[in-house]
């Protein structure tokens, strides 16, 4: 993989017509997806892990940002992949879940999501009371990123957390939640059993209201940024196995269709 700040930009790859979304969270960059989003591109996919806006800079370019401008920055992603991939998956780690959650809902067309400690439970309104105290009184938070049980990795990520997009982020979470039914493609869900930034509760969230059939994968090891700790590789391997599967059930049923 490259050094932390050629893999904190923007990755591209073009392969066949299978795409890949791949969207980093919150803080972060897309060096916390670089591994994911290589290895897809490694089997031929066709690639999208996009720098989200106000990202791999410094906290005062995240400020002004919202939810909004990271979606658009995600739709404009899969709009490239749309015009040459056959079908999509879209991959996410904490707030890239929240997006990639989101996409699900707008894209019935979706052939399947990946979720990587999804921030996807609204949290109470208790917590965003706290938030818009820290806001009025002008502090940021303490940073949220390189939750990493693996000592000899790191996130590049924000020192500091500023709160008016972390209250977008989290607005957009409680949104979002009744809209979760309308999620019908397969998903795989990985959750560390550890995870200092996601409540353990979020993976019910996803199990019990998602509208598609749901895996759940239980990752022993790492923290929340799993996709660089120790079980990067496990989330690598059942990632292409999951999208496989779907492409050649997908396949299969077409060949039969044809044939038919």
Not at 19 to 32: C, D, K, M, N, R
Not at 93 to 113: C, N, Q, R, W, Y
């Amino acid at each position: 993989m490259a050094d932390a700040g050629e893999a904190a930009k923007p990755y591209r790859s073009t392969g066949d017509s299978r795409g890949a979304l791949v969207l980093h969270g919150f803080t972060g960059s897309p060096q916390s997806m670089r591994l994911l989003a290589e290895a897809f591109a490694a089997d031929g996919m066709t690639v999208e892990l996009p720098l989200l806006p106000g990202h791999g800079t410094s906290p005062d370019d995240l400020r002004t940002r919202t939810f909004a401008d990271w979606l658009g920055e995600a739709e404009a992603a899969y709009s490239r992949l749309s015009e040459v991939c056959e079908e999509i998956f879209v991959c996410g780690l904490s707030m890239g879940g929240t997006l990639t959650a989101k996409l699900g809902t707008l894209h019935p067309e979706i052939s399947g999501l990946i979720l990587v400690n999804p921030f996807i439970e609204g949290p109470a309104e208790s917590f965003l009371d706290i938030l818009r105290g820290f806001l009025e009184s002008g502090g940021d938070i303490p940073s949220i990123g390189s939750d990493i049980a693996d000592p000899e990795s790191k996130e590049f990520s924000y020192e500091a957390t500023p709160v008016a997009p972390l209250l977008s982020l989290s607005e957009a979470a409680i949104e979002l939640q009744p809209q979760l039914g309308k999620i019908d493609c397969p998903t795989i869900l990985f959750t560390s059993k550890q995870d200092h930034v996601v409540p353990p509760s979020t993976a019910h969230v996803v199990l019990e209201e998602f509208g598609g059939p749901v895996e759940q994968v239980e990752l022993e090891r790492s923290y929340h940024v799993a996709t660089l700790d120790y079980d990067s590789q496990l989330i690598i391997d059942r990632s292409l196995e999951f999208m496989r599967r779907i492409h050649n059930e997908k396949a299969d049923h077409t060949g039969e269709v044809s044939a038919g």
